[in-house]
């Protein structure tokens, strides 16, 4: 019964954070989630399914801005490069799998919270940067259900409002979820458990978008996103010591 109140309460939050800021929901779930479900592997799909439910509602509202030629290079290469990391989720260690995660939500925070504003001046939608970015995409999608991030800089640098931007992340977060669910489903890991914590989260997740709706319109982002990344860095920090 537990797991099932912190499952509707992590849905809440990490649909929140989806619909303010456009990406974020795997980092901020996966920073409990793979303590209350079996298995890593359960854990990674759960967040991706829930997810994809969430930036299904999300880009519904967008899909107009979305300009194609700028998205179809990032998700061709994450389609690759996230099947091979889905794959390899068998062969690493769950104990091991914490401790990576736990680097990478501390890696991941300090780069937004110092390095953002500097790295974003040196990118350019190039052909390259698009190929890399969908790489670097799905090697963090496949293994930490968390794939958003590296698309985040490359979609500010190149849309010329926050509603494009909105459209094409949300659109980018349902294409690469159906596709790593598809892939994590063969590979046996939509399991009932995954099911039925599915359903849990749901009613979350619709309190979090409300919520979030409100949050776009009346939150700074900036101060809000440095606010988010701090405490995925102490999650980062407690998942280190726990493992």
Not at 70 to 91: G, K, M, N, Q, Y
Not at 149 to 168: A, C, F, N, T
Request: glycine share 10%; net charge positive.
């Amino acid at each position: 019964m537990e797991n099932v109140i912190y499952i509707f309460l992590l849905a809440i939050g990490a649909s929140f954070v989806q619909r303010t800021l456009g990406f974020g929901f795997g980092i901020f779930i996966m920073t409990a989630l793979p303590f209350l479900m079996p298995s890593y592997g359960e854990a990674v799909t759960l967040s991706g399914l829930l997810s994809l439910t969430s930036a299904t509602v999300v880009m519904l509202k967008y899909f107009k801005y979305v300009t194609w030629k700028r998205l179809l290079p990032v998700f061709a290469s994450f389609i690759i490069f996230s099947t091979i990391a889905i794959c390899l989720l068998d062969r690493i260690e769950g104990q091991a799998m914490k401790i990576i995660l736990g680097i990478m939500l501390i890696f991941i925070s300090l780069y937004f919270i110092y390095f953002k504003e500097k790295l974003q001046k040196l990118i350019r939608p190039t052909k390259g940067s698009q190929y890399g970015t969908g790489a670097v995409s799905g090697i963090m999608g496949g293994l930490f259900g968390m794939h958003g991030p590296p698309v985040v800089l490359y979609l500010v640098s190149s849309e010329p409002d926050k509603d494009h931007y909105m459209g094409m992340i949300q659109t980018y977060a349902v294409l690469t979820n159906i596709i790593m669910l598809a892939v994590r489903a063969f590979n046996g890991y939509v399991t009932p458990a995954v099911g039925s914590a599915y359903l849990y989260g749901i009613g979350g997740l619709v309190l979090g978008v409300l919520l979030g709706n409100h949050a776009y319109k009346h939150i700074p982002n900036r101060l809000f996103t440095y606010i988010v990344y701090a405490y995925i860095g102490v999650c980062g920090i407690i998942i280190l010591i726990s493992s």
